[in-house]
């Protein structure tokens, strides 16, 4: 690999740093929590990531979620340019949205309509802004660790990319909008039903597969409480489903679990790689949207035809067997690591689900975000670091899901293995774990 001062990657980000806040527009691209410099990317070819000194990566980010496909399908692909070619937007209603609100709720058996944003960040503000409308509450109870999008209301002990940088909320939000939304550990029983008790909330806010703190399933019952102490308290019960929908199975969480969201935000996957993402519900509770209604929301890229083509597409291909198959890859993933890890005797407990992972640098099981936060960073930094080096892209901060796709075959899989075994050796040699 290039070295990391004298590299296009270097040149790029030093004139990005002048021209872009810490050189990104996005902060966990930064790769400040691993202690290294990002690397610009040329190019994806399937499960691969090719820089732009020329360094090929097998990518465990895949774009933070969308790419389930891989980079670049052909299938997508193609639907993009055909879509690209009939007019980029129109600012007025196309097919194609009409196929995609068709398929999503042929999938998600709690979504009967489907309001279509451009990020998971909007779709999260209006879900808000409709519960509150619906209930004529105020409150929003939500878990530390988990990530909404970057809503002012929404920032408080947030996971991804404030987690990452070990920010417990951020400048410039309003003691209002954070007066209006309570905390509560992920997987705290007690907690949940006292703040549910003392504030009665418009609704409960969760990831139903939390995987902005690391990937921390919830505990036995703790779905099902939240969807008791929602209908029991006149709350509603909003399922962000932008990472697990599409992903861990094609209704999500929702599916594997059985846990019935009154309102289900959905992002990454269902706009295929361009920018789309959804609210959905109940026919009656979305019909309270304008035009229908009188809650206010509105885009003008919303439903973009070539963002709806790429969702259409990817949703296409994504059948039983895609779902087993990619579940496969992620068993074997995680065995694998849990195997090097252990042999080089570095302790580590990788969580996963189908589709995600997270290798989190412990030597319990983290079930929190407080223990999320007690992991070895340092150690985990380093591991990153010595992946990187050997042409494996993890997500760059102890914070996050890998997200392995339909792409990644055996060739990627034994690489990826060798390379953590490699590194897992090498940090321990290095007094790093
Ligand atoms: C669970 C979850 N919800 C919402 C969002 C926000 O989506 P976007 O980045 O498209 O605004 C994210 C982004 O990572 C997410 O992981």
């Given at each position: 690999m290039a070295s990391l001062t004298d590299s296009r990657s270097a040149e790029l980000y030093a004139r990005a740093l002048a021209r872009m806040p810490g050189g990104v527009n996005s902060p966990v691209r930064a790769m400040r929590a691993i202690g290294r410099d990002p690397l610009f990317v040329d190019r994806g070819e399937g499960a691969e990531l090719i820089d732009v000194d020329g360094n090929r990566f097998v990518d465990y980010v895949c774009s933070w979620g969308p790419l389930i496909?891989?980079?670049?399908?052909p299938a997508v692909i193609e639907a993009v340019q055909a879509a690209a070619a009939r007019g980029t937007s129109f600012g007025a209603p196309t097919a194609g949205e009409v196929d995609l609100a068709e398929a999503v709720c042929g999938r998600f058996a709690s979504v009967e309509m489907l309001r279509m944003t451009s990020s998971g960040t909007e779709a999260s503000m209006t879900a808000l802004r409709l519960a509150r409308a619906a209930t004529g509450r105020e409150k929003i109870v939500k878990f530390a660790g988990a990530y909404h999008g970057h809503v002012d209301g929404l920032l408080a002990q947030a996971g991804s990319g404030l987690a990452t940088a070990a920010l417990p909320a951020s400048p410039g939000v309003t003691a209002a909008a954070a007066g209006d939304t309570v905390v509560v550990p992920w997987n705290d029983e007690q907690a949940l039903r006292e703040a549910v008790a003392a504030a009665s909330p418009a609704a409960i806010l969760a990831e139903p597969m939390?995987?902005?703190?690391?990937?921390?399933?919830?505990?036995?019952?703790?779905l099902e409480l939240m969807r008791e102490e929602a209908s029991g308290s006149g709350a509603l019960l909003i399922l962000d489903e932008v990472i697990s929908g599409f992903r861990?199975?094609?209704?999500g969480a929702q599916e594997l679990t059985g846990v019935a969201a009154d309102i289900t935000i959905m992002g990454k996957v269902i706009g295929g790689g361009l920018p789309a993402a959804a609210l959905g519900g109940p026919a009656e509770l979305m019909r309270m949207l304008a035009p229908a209604g009188e809650v206010y929301q509105a885009g003008t890229l919303s439903g973009n035809p070539l963002a709806v083509a790429a969702g259409?597409?990817?949703?296409?291909l994504l059948d039983e067997t895609a779902y087993l198959r990619l579940a496969g890859y992620t068993e074997r993933l995680a065995g694998g690591l849990r195997e090097a890890a252990a042999g080089a005797g570095v302790p580590v407990q990788v969580q996963s689900a189908p589709g995600l992972l997270t290798v989190f640098f412990s030597e319990q099981p983290v079930q929190s975000f407080e223990q999320a936060k007690a992991c070895d960073l340092e150690a985990h930094a380093a591991w990153c670091r010595e992946l990187l080096g050997r042409g494996v892209y993890p997500p760059p901060s102890q914070f996050e899901a890998w997200f392995p796709s339909l792409a990644h075959g055996e060739?990627?899989?034994e690489r990826t293995l060798a390379a953590a075994e490699a590194a897992f050796v090498a940090i321990a040699d290095q007094g790093a774990a």
């Open positions: 496909l891989g980079h670049a399908h939390p995987a902005n703190m690391g990937l921390v399933p919830a505990r036995a019952g703790f861990v199975a094609g209704g259409l597409a990817t949703l296409a060739d990627q899989l």
